[in-house]
């Protein structure tokens, strides 16, 4: 099993700014996701986040307003940009240490958007 | 387009009923399925995987089992308890999805004391 931690856990914000979630896990691992959970709703994957090369982002995200990070196999960054109120959800980072395992999740990103 | 559908959308039964949650997915060709369970506000934590090629898996009161002709799964929770009430969550990984998964809307269960 993999050990995941995000930070910050909840966060308020105002419009038109910017936040970093950040995703640790305790061991290397090559893909993570991020997803993102809006009130009520089940999860949508934002993307896919593999070491050394750029994120892979579905239909609906882009680049822009979700910057990715994987600097090292533990350790990824997504950032929600230029934010309004459609924004509050919560963003959860997830690894799966290959296509045959578990996937597992950290606790979560809870962010509202005033 | 890659879909996963969950019936009941939500369940109230008493203490000690045994119960099936449904997870149905369009695309047969999957890797793997995947159960969760969420508290409210919270991260979700894996109850069972089933492989492809499996049938079924089990886990204490829980037994999952996977029939990927027909695209279905289910969760069996025997005797349930008050502490079973949350939204469980079922997750297919679906070969022509690049490895991704696809979740289902989930089944909000509450066991009343």
């Known amino acids: 099993s993999a050990v995941i931690s995000q930070k910050p856990s909840r966060d308020i914000c105002q419009r038109g700014t910017s936040l970093t979630i950040q995703c640790q896990v305790d061991?290397?691992?090559?893909?993570m996701f991020w997803y993102r959970q809006q009130p009520g709703q089940s999860l949508t994957l934002i993307a896919t986040?593999?070491?050394?090369?750029?994120?892979?982002?579905e239909s609906g995200f882009v680049i822009d307003k979700f910057p990715i990070s994987r600097p090292n196999l533990t350790f990824s960054t997504l950032t929600v940009s230029n934010m309004s109120p459609e924004d509050s959800s919560i963003y959860l980072c997830s690894v799966a240490p290959d296509t045959y395992n578990e996937q597992f999740f950290g606790p979560g990103t809870r962010l509202t958007v005033l | 387009k890659q879909e996963v559908t969950q019936i009941p959308a939500a369940l109230s039964v008493p203490e000690g009923e045994n119960l099936v949650l449904n997870c149905s997915f369009t695309?047969?060709?999957?890797?793997?399925l995947q159960w969760f369970r969420q508290d409210p506000g919270k991260g979700l934590t894996s109850l069972l995987l089933?492989?492809?090629?499996?049938r079924e898996q089990t886990s204490g009161r829980l037994n999952a089992s996977l029939d990927k002709s027909s695209g279905r799964s289910t969760l069996y929770i025997a005797a349930s308890q008050p502490g079973d009430s949350a939204t469980y969550l079922c997750a297919a990984r679906i070969v022509n999805y690049g490895q991704n998964f696809v979740f289902g809307p989930g089944t909000r269960l509450s066991v009343l004391p």
């Open positions: 061991s290397q691992v090559t893909m």
């Open positions: 986040a593999n070491q050394g090369s750029e994120a892979t982002y």
């Open positions: 695309d047969s060709a999957i890797y793997n």
């Open positions: 089933i492989q492809s090629s499996q």
